[in-house]
């Protein structure tokens, strides 16, 4: 009963395109898409460790979340990249396994990190008084560390109940990585009971954090609405905005993919969804983070006048 009826040792994925000519393009535009991403959060990094003025909780977040997002593209894009130019989409069963469960535990992670991110905005705009206590460091380390162990603690269960399932044929993957509903479809054997655990866990993940998300915010624009500073009003909306915008599109795309049927009409359907929120989000954190925030403009701008400074003092030593 306990044998291992795994007899696949590699699967194949089909990828975004078949087409050799449009593979080399999307390869020059992961490739772009990639750079930047890692390039954007990597600023975000250095901006908040450099600036004193950045070390508060909200940055302190931002920054877990840059270091989440370098991880995660790196655990999906670089063999993307590497099946694009090759043209080959082979992947051995052992390192289909680790992407599975690395890209499922960091995206659990970023799942409840927006969360916690929500509620610090609450308590921000709604309790600024008791703010500073609520929010200390103890209780950031607490939260981003939740986060990233619930992650990680319900990739493992998922994974692993994946993986203790038998996978005797066929090995073709309709996706452009291991992920674990697609990979859950090629096993030989009665999948129910995994796909009631993915089910559970996906509640946890992705309902309970939005139900986190939206509640805050909808305490926040009603503290937002009783504010008589119009400035104070317009800085609140936008803070919020730009990370009701993460959420839509990251909660949005990964609800599609883990909680609603899927229709054998569409079979492309799965990977075009997860474009999204493998390739798309963690671009568009950095930018919508910093794109209208002046404090991190003002970081930047300290970073360029001491590098100017100290560019001047080493032509002066010459």
């Avoid at 999307?26 to 975000?44: A, D, H």
């Avoid at 915010?217 to 609405?225: A, D, K």
Wanted: proline share 3%; aromatic share 10%.
């Amino acid at each position: 009963m306990g044998e291992n009826f795994t007899t696949i040792k590699e699967f194949i994925l089909l990828g975004l395109s078949s087409d050799r000519k449009t593979q080399i393009l999307l390869f020059l535009v992961v490739l772009i898409i990639y750079l930047l991403t890692i390039m954007g959060n990597l600023l975000i990094i250095m901006l908040v460790r450099a600036d004193s003025a950045l070390h508060t909780p909200m940055y302190f977040f931002l920054t877990q979340l840059s270091c989440l997002e370098i991880c995660y593209v790196t655990s999906t894009l670089p063999q993307m990249l590497a099946h694009l130019l090759s043209g080959n989409g082979a992947i051995s069963f052992t390192r289909c396994a680790a992407q599975m469960y690395i890209s499922l535990a960091l995206g659990g992670t970023e799942c409840l990190l927006l969360a916690a991110m929500a509620y610090d905005r609450y308590l921000a705009i709604c309790h600024p008084l008791l703010y500073a206590i609520a929010m200390g460091r103890w209780r950031q380390v607490q939260l981003s560390s939740i986060s990233w162990a619930g992650g990680f603690l319900l990739g493992s269960i998922n994974a692993g109940s994946t993986l203790r399932l038998p996978f005797c044929g066929p090995n073709h993957i309709n996706h452009f990585f291991c992920e674990l509903p697609v990979v859950l479809k090629l096993s030989c054997a009665d999948t129910h009971i995994t796909e009631g655990f993915m089910f559970l866990a996906s509640v946890l993940m992705l309902l309970i954090p939005v139900s986190v998300i939206l509640t805050s915010y909808g305490l926040i624009l009603s503290s937002v609405l009783q504010m008589r500073s119009n400035a104070g009003r317009r800085k609140a909306f936008s803070t919020c905005a730009s990370h009701l915008i993460v959420v839509t599109l990251f909660y949005g795309t990964v609800i599609s993919m883990y909680m609603i049927p899927r229709s054998s009409s569409a079979p492309d359907r799965d990977k075009h969804i997860a474009v999204f929120y493998i390739v798309v989000t963690p671009l568009l954190n950095p930018v919508i983070y910093s794109l209208r925030n002046k404090d991190i403009h003002g970081a930047v701008a300290k970073m360029l006048q001491k590098s100017g400074f100290e560019q001047k003092k080493m032509s002066v030593a010459l």
